[in-house]
């Protein structure tokens, strides 16, 4: 059965330019996550889906952030425009159940995001 | 409120060697508590939960957790490491309708 899949794998651009992160959840699971890895910061939750909704957006850094989900399959992840701070390992997660339920998130490998 | 401590941000054994990684919680209801493996360039790799079920958690790879309400512990064990098991390893909590919350993690190095 497929995991999680993100892609790209890596993307290097020039900062001000819009960079677009896509993610396909596991078949079945209901709940989406965006996560942000830095060495500084460790995982940060950037935002929550739930049935397609968004429950939590609360650690979007900023208007320069958007995310989407259109339907149960896919997810995508917006920021325009793209800043040298933004980057960082990007990674999408589902599961089976609303946040706050004990099913475990499955996680994709990741979007490696340099701006430059 | 809920939070994660892990004790260690770096544990080097030998192969072969019994490992452990600590991890401390706070949680205002009972919480769940998963142990996962970051390997690199990859994304996190459920090891192991705990749901209110047995106390002694056994994971994937012959890792276990205990889970010790009188101590907020749940650490990770493993008898013998071996080199494939050289990851970071994050501890996460979840006390109900809330966000996960994960520990700093802990790099664990495994010397020939």
């Not at chain 2, 409120?1 to 919680?25: F, I, K, M, W």
Request: glycine share 8%; charged share 15%; net charge neutral.
């Amino acid at each position: 059965d497929a995991g999680v899949i993100q892609s790209p794998r890596h993307e290097v651009t020039e900062m001000g330019q819009e960079v677009t992160l896509r993610c396909k959840p596991i078949s079945g699971h209901n709940s989406l996550f965006w996560y942000r890895q830095t060495m500084m910061r460790g995982l940060e939750l950037l935002i929550y889906f739930n049935n397609n909704v968004p429950i939590d957006d609360s650690g979007m850094p900023e208007d320069r952030f958007s995310a989407k989900m259109p339907n149960a399959s896919f997810s995508t992840l917006k920021i325009q425009p793209s800043e040298p701070r933004d980057s960082a390992v990007y990674f999408c997660a589902s599961s089976l159940g609303a946040q706050g339920s004990n099913q475990p998130q499955h996680f994709g490998d990741g979007t490696r995001l340099s701006i430059l | 409120a809920q939070s994660v401590t892990q004790l260690d941000s770096h544990v080097s054994v030998s192969e072969g060697t019994p490992v452990l990684l600590r991890c401390n919680y706070s949680s205002s209801y009972s919480p769940s508590l998963f142990w996962y493996v970051q390997h690199p360039n990859k994304g996190l790799q459920l090891l192991l939960k705990y749901t209110s079920a047995a106390t002694l958690v056994k994971g994937i790879n012959g890792f276990e957790a205990e889970f010790k309400k009188s101590e907020t512990s749940f650490h990770l064990t493993k008898p013998s490491a071996h080199m494939s098991d050289a990851a970071e390893y994050f501890c996460v909590v979840n006390s109900g309708y809330s966000t996960l919350t994960f520990g700093k993690g802990t790099m664990l190095l495994v010397s020939p």
